[in-house]
């Protein structure tokens, strides 16, 4: 029986099959409707007999940033109906006055109050439910005040819309993100709302497209790492907005584990972006927030950093005479100038080429024109180039481990996508990392992460309340705690002497920590987890490589610079210095 | 620029940026935490500003008078010195600086404290006349713990300021760590050279924009609404090859109430209109500011000699400043309409608690797209305090909190629309108000119309622009914040 990843990206969609020993890979192009490159990809690396089949997909992503969801009112405590567009009441920009932020989901004609208020103490207004408008939409956000304590007036005023809309798909903010912080809570909701009637559509496509094929029922990645079913995925989308990025980090710890190495950093430099994140003791970090597309979303996901600049970032020279990269890319098309496909400006990619790390035919047969990306790269001295998109990826890296409190140099670099295998060495000797691992599968390994994912279910429940008044909690997840008084939380691993817990944490990333003040437990934060299949990669010949040397990977190239020694172990490259 | 210097200038704005980080992240006045009314920054050894992360504008050029003011006292290595004197650089007292010698130059943070002594909770009284009943004035000090225990027992929340002091003395342990480490790995001399040339490239960059406006002598005139009396700003903007000359001779003389600016707001408010108009995306660095020369006349508004009254130069005079240097570019070049122009400052407190916010209004609409609803316009960029945050901290509720539709000034382009904001406050308490454009609305450019002007209602009784009372349980009061003009007459 066989295992089955498909991850599609904004370019490609990648497919891994394990089949037994036997590890097969594929990439296609991504077509407009996502569900006809998941079956081409399926096709591509023959699957068939699958008995598990997991998915990375952007198709939220794409109709958040495209606005292209379904037609969705905003429902809120009566005085507070223009949440969403109130925003944090910060502009786009400190200079430029007039910058916009993205207009919000639901415009304001259908933002409607109910009259009900919960104050944190409960009740202050009770709910009048006939207050509540009428007004057709496809989708529907509810969000009042304090019902992350108290749910009882947003959960009838749901119970309502879906009686009256029964077509129309409906979301309490207490079902989908119970943590206070009203804005926060609302964007998530509106979003989810949002993106619902059309992710259902895509889910439902793709599920009896799957059993067409004969393939299992897709499971579906969240952000959070794990997968679930494609009917959880499409009842609460927002929490596969980072699907795809969260599981290439899955793939990294699988191959930082099956290379001994617990503590890495993930490293996916693609074309346009970069992300990096730490894995501690096998396990991606996580954060409870993210923007995605000047959106809040505040859910439990990997906490992966991201920075806009990639192998096809554009480079220029700005008005002072600085070399700049990104955030510009020359993307698929036209591509880099050294692709030959009518791309003229000059890219880090081009500057790769005429540092000799790229071979002059890329796999699948691409010749890189060379003279091309000399004409683009101008008087720009390509190793200059390097050293700046190098600066770019060591202050990313420096975010997630110095930033936070932990020495680089006890992680293993693990890099992968297009150009990551390419600047990882570099970058690994400025942060003095000893060790990088590049998988065998280094262009697909969000798809491998699918095959390896864990089924996962996260919940959060939140407190606000003194630690010492908040009871018996679980034995296993996470607690975000602060002092009383302050507005940001750290989270700790659940456990006891949990107090300790956070003064310590507290001393790590600020430098001190006070231990008469009183502790305040914000929320609990749980996993229900099921291990996902038990995965050996396949070996493949041992080899030595001594840099300098480009090497061929799947889907990337590795460059091994001077003082480099590189050796094959399984299907990952162990890279050291000499 | 050599890329090595180039590479060493992204890490010194990294450590910029990881100090302000670390400073909202572990502060406790909702002033920092949830407003993120702070700044951070580096300077070199002669005191020039290098790298700064600002969250908000009004910091801009007020920082370098700080660092100066300390370098005077020769601080040793290790000393962290403590400012806020608006006099002797600092902005006003809320704003406290702390300074600090790391390897190569010096480290400095700024926040806005909760309160700092003074005749009202939270330091923001709408009726002061000198310094005095401000807060605490604290000139260049070194801050030992003997100093803190001077420090902490005249202000109304001790507990609270020591938590935000060590936030910000957190920020310079953490300064003092990076730059020894960069100094370490590229020796001292590379990062000297980086930092200079960090700062040359931020000149030449302004230099070259400045050479592109139209070179002349630009005027403009706008008004305040003092307690009493009228205050005037007036302003020539002289643009001549690449340096521009910002001159406020004519200037109404400081005054007995408190919308006195020290020199370093009026520049601030200076810098950032430039920056504005010339490179908006620039890295902040002292260097952008060399082709900038500000003249103002000492014991005017605009340069206010001590012991004047300053608390509201800093968010309300140095916002009208702003309003009056781009009417005078608005000849030149074209420029915004008027936005709310006020910060409209609320405080509210007791024996038991201080509460500040800032309320958004409408910006002004650009020559080519509408002003933005429901945001902070010119010296100021700080969040809101969530309804949630706040009624689990204070006794306070807000009762409605909304968009104030139909506000902003019509025109080709909108002007953005205010706020409305009420809040009832759940204890006896006091309330200060410092509030702008209540009389004057934002004016409208190219032919668009006014943005509406702001109110203060209390329990729907209308209140001054600038008032301080006893506020009863229950009693609510509801602010309307200002729209933005229009730009270009409405078809």
Redesign the interface.
């Known amino acids: 029986m066989a295992i089955l990843g498909i991850d599609v990206g904004g370019t490609y969609t990648d497919a891994v099959l394990l089949d037994g020993a036997r590890l097969v890979t594929a990439k296609v192009p991504t077509e407009t409707e996502q569900e006809e490159s998941v079956l081409a990809a399926a096709a591509a690396v023959g699957a068939a007999d699958v008995e598990r089949f997991s998915h990375g997909t952007t198709i939220a992503t794409n109709a958040l940033l495209e606005r292209k969801g379904a037609r969705t009112a905003f429902v809120a405590t009566d005085?507070?109906?223009?949440?969403l567009?109130?925003?944090?009441?910060?502009?786009?920009?400190?200079?430029?006055?007039?910058?916009?932020?993205p207009e919000p989901l639901v415009p304001?004609e259908r933002c409607y109050g109910v009259r009900e208020r919960m104050?944190?103490d409960g009740v202050?207004v009770p709910l009048a439910i006939d207050s509540l408008p009428a007004f057709e939409a496809e989708a529907v956000a509810v969000c009042t005040?304090?019902s992350?304590r108290d749910p009882s007036h947003e959960r009838a005023i749901a119970e309502q819309l879906r009686r009256v809309l029964p077509a129309a798909h409906v979301v309490a903010s207490h079902e989908i993100a119970p943590e206070?912080?009203?804005?926060e809570r609302a964007s998530t909701t509106a979003a989810d709302a949002y993106l619902g009637p059309l992710c259902a559509r895509y889910f439902r496509a793709l599920a009896s497209r799957s059993e067409a094929a004969g393939l299992p029922e897709p499971l579906v990645m969240r952000s959070s790492g794990g997968v679930i079913t494609a009917g959880e995925a499409a009842d609460h989308p927002a929490h596969v907005l980072v699907s795809g990025p969260a599981a290439g980090v899955v793939g990294a710890a699988l191959v930082g584990r099956t290379a001994g190495e617990g503590n890495a950093i993930a490293f996916d430099m693609g074309g346009t972006s970069t992300d990096v994140c730490l894995i501690t003791d096998g396990a991606a970090e996580r954060t409870s927030e993210r923007s995605v597309g000047g959106f809040p979303i505040r859910l439990p996901m990997i906490d992966i950093h991201t920075v806009g600049a990639g192998g096809g970032s554009i480079v220029w020279r700005?008005?002072?005479?600085?070399?700049r990269v990104g955030p510009e890319s020359a993307g698929a098309v036209p591509g880099p100038a050294c692709y030959g496909r009518g791309g003229t400006r000059p890219t880090v990619t081009d500057a790769n080429l005429l540092l000799d790390r790229l071979p002059p035919t890329l796999p699948g047969g691409l010749e890189l024109d060379r003279e091309a990306a000399e004409r683009a790269l101008g008087d720009l001295?390509p190793a200059?180039v390097v050293?700046?998109v190098n600066?770019?990826m060591l202050?990313a890296l420096?975010v997630v481990t110095v930033?936070r409190g932990h020495d680089p140099a006890d992680f293993a670099l693990v890099a992968f996508g297009g150009a990551g295998p390419l600047h990882a060495c570099a970058l690994a000797e400025e942060l003095g990392i000893e060790t990088v691992l590049v998988p065998g599968a280094a262009g697909v390994l969000s798809a491998l992460g699918l095959v390896a994912s864990d089924e996962r279910r996260d919940s959060v429940t939140a407190y606000?309340c003194p630690l010492e008044e908040a009871g018996e909690l679980p034995a296993a997840g996470e607690a975000d705690l602060r002092?009383r008084?302050?507005?940001?939380e750290l989270t700790v691993p659940l456990g006891p002497d949990l107090a300790e817990r956070f003064h310590r944490a507290?001393e790590e990333?600020?430098?001190?920590a006070?231990r008469v003040?009183v502790v305040e437990l914000v929320a609990v934060r749980t996993a229900d987890v099921r291990p996902g299949p038990a995965i050996v990669l396949p070996s493949a010949e041992p080899i030595r490589l001594a840099g300098p040397v480009a090497h061929e990977l799947d889907g990337a190239t590795c460059w091994i610079p001077p003082g480099w020694v590189g050796v094959r172990d399984g299907t990952t490259i162990r890279l050291t210095r000499l | 620029?050599k890329?090595q210097h180039?590479?060493l200038g992204?890490?010194l704005r990294?450590v910029a940026e990881?100090m302000g980080?670390?400073l909202?992240?572990?502060?406790?006045s909702?002033n920092i935490?949830?407003r993120r009314d702070c700044s951070t920054a580096l300077f070199d050894e002669r005191g020039r500003m290098i790298v700064q992360a600002?969250h908000i504008?009004v910091h801009l050029g007020a920082m370098p008078e700080a660092v100066a003011a300390v370098l005077a006292r020769e601080p040793r290595h290790g000393d962290v010195y403590v400012v806020n004197d608006p006099f002797t650089g600092g902005t006003h007292l809320p704003d406290i600086t702390l300074v600090s010698r790391v390897p190569c130059g010096v480290a400095c943070s700024r926040a806005h404290h909760a309160d700092v002594g003074g005749m009202e909770p939270a330091s923001l009284p709408a009726e002061s006349t000198d310094i005095y009943q401000e807060g605490l004035v604290l000139p260049p000090v070194r801050l030992d713990e003997e100093v803190m225990t001077v420090v902490l027992a005249n202000m109304r929340n001790p507990d609270?300021r020591r938590?935000d002091l060590?936030?910000q003395?957190?920020a310079h342990?953490?300064a003092e760590r990076r730059l020894t480490e960069l100094v370490e790995r590229r020796g001292s001399a590379l990062v000297a050279e980086a930092m200079d040339e960090l700062y040359r490239?931020?000149e030449?960059?302004v230099r070259?924009?400045v050479a592109r406006l139209p070179d002349g002598r630009y005027e403009a005139v706008d008004s305040l609404e003092p307690v009493a009396g009228a205050l005037e700003i007036r302003v020539a903007v002289t643009i001549a090859g690449d340096e521009v000359t910002i001159d406020f001779a004519g200037t109404s003389p400081q005054h007995e109430g408190n919308l006195n600016c020290p020199l370093a707001v009026t520049r601030s408010a200076c810098y950032?209109v430039v920056?504005?108009l010339t490179?908006?995306?620039l890295p902040s660095s002292g260097g952008a500011y060399e082709p900038v020369h500000v003249r103002a006349p000492l014991g005017s508004l605009v340069n206010a000699a001590p012991p004047a009254a300053v608390v509201a130069g800093n968010t309300e005079t140095s916002s009208r400043i702003v309003d009056a240097v781009f009417s005078a570019f608005g000849q030149a070049v074209p420029v915004?309409a008027q936005?709310q122009g006020t910060m409209n400052n609320v405080t509210f407190g007791n024996r038991r608690f201080t509460y500040y916010e800032t309320?958004?209004g409408g910006?002004?609409?650009?020559p080519?797209?509408?002003?933005?609803?429901?945001?902070?316009?010119a010296m100021s960029?700080?969040?809101?305090t969530?309804?949630?945050?706040l009624?689990?901290?204070y006794p306070l509720?807000v009762?409605?909190?909304?968009?104030r539709?139909g506000s902003g000034g019509n025109g080709v382009h909108h002007g953005g629309d205010g706020?409305v904001r009420?809040l009832r406050v759940l204890e006896d308490c006091r309330v200060s108000l410092l509030t702008e454009r209540r009389r004057h609305a934002p004016a409208g450019t190219a032919g668009g119309g006014d943005g509406a002007a702001g109110r203060n209602l209390l329990n729907e009784g209308e209140l001054p622009a600038k008032v301080t009372t006893a506020l009863r349980a229950g009693d609510v009061l509801r602010i309307e914040t200002p729209g933005g003009g229009g730009h270009g007459e409405a078809g």
């Open positions: 005085g507070f109906e223009h949440l567009h109130l925003r944090r009441q910060t502009r786009a920009h400190l200079y430029r006055l007039c910058a916009e932020h304001l104050g944190p202050l005040l304090f992350f206070f912080r009203e804005y700005d008005a002072g005479g600085a070399v001295d200059d050293e700046i600066a770019e202050r420096r930033e606000v002092y008084g302050q507005s940001f507290h990333r600020y430098g001190s006070d003040r | 620029m890329i180039q590479v992204a890490q990294a990881e980080a670390a909202v992240r572990s502060a406790f909702a935490k949830e600002e504008p609270e938590g060590n936030a003395l957190a342990r953490l490239y931020s030449r960059v070259a924009a950032f920056r504005c490179e908006p995306d915004p936005g309320i958004a910006q002004g609409a650009c080519d797209r509408p002003g933005p609803s429901a945001v902070h316009v960029n700080t969040l809101n969530p309804v949630e945050a009624e689990l901290s509720r009762e409605r909190y909304e968009l539709t706020v009420e």
